[in-house]
């Protein structure tokens, strides 16, 4: 901070004062009415390109999301399930879809969110850059991943552009069948063998952690919170949305005799905050910056998607011509 004002409000103010102080006294009105905002509305440059980030990280989240999952398709314990999970990660994509579509309404070519997601230029959610080493890890991510993932959606689906309220709405209704397969599969495991009970333990273990950073940095250290919030794009805060899981999760963590990985944390019963020990933060920003255990494998498999899928969209295009279909 500067005196009283932030260096994020000195950048927007600076930003903002190129747009029109009228148009964005309307605007800024029109979002503390509670009204949304629609692709055709006017709106400031920097809401735009805000929300673009955003939307567009989240479109690549759910494609590469799909990864991680997607390997155990071929392996999952019988027919069923199998079945379950593919339906599943059929649905991540379609999430993508989904919000490859609201952000194109800002005015971004999907080729080139595409494209900025394979050169790395764009960032997609932490936690995809894990392995999924046994079964278990699929259980915990469907259950818990998944469950992040509602409590950041639904608080950010009241938010003031409509078309990703509209894109997160259908999302979570999907999510929320997601959560209820990933249960039941932490729950088979967890009232299973003492085998499948480690298994699940284990795999809880590992991606505590990753859970712990999806909800981003602490906001102290959050750099777009304030002006999102401002814009109500963003409708809670990162350890807002972190203190909600808390409160819905550990307690059924802990009632399937399961234990988190973190012996400092608990809840004090006053003030009904959670604390925890520090996440490793500095992993976090190794791995959103590329040096992950699996990022480089991720976007090599988004790569080959892209090279092997080329002649499905050029056929789209032109439908006549010839084409010459990869072999892989
Ligand atoms: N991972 O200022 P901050 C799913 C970056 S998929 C990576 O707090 P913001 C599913 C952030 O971008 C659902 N990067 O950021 C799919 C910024 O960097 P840049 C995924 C992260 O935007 C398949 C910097 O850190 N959900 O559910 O105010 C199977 C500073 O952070 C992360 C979404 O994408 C992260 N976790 O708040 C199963 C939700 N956190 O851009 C499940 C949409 C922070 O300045 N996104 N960063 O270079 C959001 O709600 C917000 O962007 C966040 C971060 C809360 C994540």
Redesign the pocket.
């Known amino acids: 901070m500067y005196g009283n004002i932030s260096i994020v409000d000195q950048a927007i103010g600076k930003k903002n004062a190129q747009e029109d102080p009228e148009k964005l006294a309307a605007f800024q009105a029109k979002i503390d009415r509670g009204e949304k905002i629609e692709p055709h509305d006017w709106m400031p440059a920097d809401y735009r390109r805000q929300l673009i ?3 567009e ?2 479109a690549h ?2 494609i590469i ?2 990864l ?2 997607g390997t155990w398709i071929t392996r999952a314990p019988g027919f069923k399930r199998k079945m379950a999970l593919m339906a ?1 990660v059929q649905d ?1 994509v379609g ?1 993508a879809q989904l919000l490859y579509n609201a952000a194109e309404t800002l005015g971004k070519p999907r080729e080139e969110m595409i494209n900025d997601l394979l050169t790395g230029k764009s ?6 850059n894990y392995p999924a080493k046994t079964w278990a890890d699929t259980a915990v ?2 259950w818990l ?2 469950a ?2 509602i409590i ?2 639904v608080t ?1 689906s009241k938010g003031s552009y409509a078309p990703y309220c509209r894109a997160l709405e259908r999302i979570c209704q999907e ?1 929320s069948f ?1 959560l209820k397969y990933g249960y039941d599969n932490v729950v088979t495991l967890a009232t299973g063998t003492p085998t499948q009970r480690a298994m699940v333990q284990e795999a809880l273990n590992r991606w505590w952690r990753p859970i712990m ?5 602490p906001d102290i ?5 304030e002006i ?1 919030t401002r814009w109500k794009v ?1 409708m809670a805060s ?1 350890d807002d ?1 972190r203190q909600q899981f808390f409160n819905q999760y550990v307690p059924k963590i802990w009632e399937l005799g399961l234990t988190v990985p973190d012996p400092e944390l608990r809840k004090d019963e006053v003030t009904g905050k959670w604390s925890y020990g520090d996440p490793d933060w500095d992993e ?1 920003k190794r ?2 910056n590329g040096d992950g255990p699996c990022n480089k494998e991720r976007l090599a498999v988004r790569r080959m998607a892209e090279i092997n899928g080329e002649w499905v969209r050029n056929a789209l295009k032109k439908p006549t011509a010839k084409y010459t279909v990869p072999l892989s």
């Open positions: 980030r955003m939307i990280q989240h989240s759910e999301g799909a991680p999952e599943k991540e999430h960032k997609y959610s932490n936690v995809f991510i469907a991943i998944d992040a993932a950041n959606q950010n999510e997601h950073h999806f909800f981003g940095p250290a959050s750099v777009h919170s999102l963003k990162n949305m976090f791995v959103i």
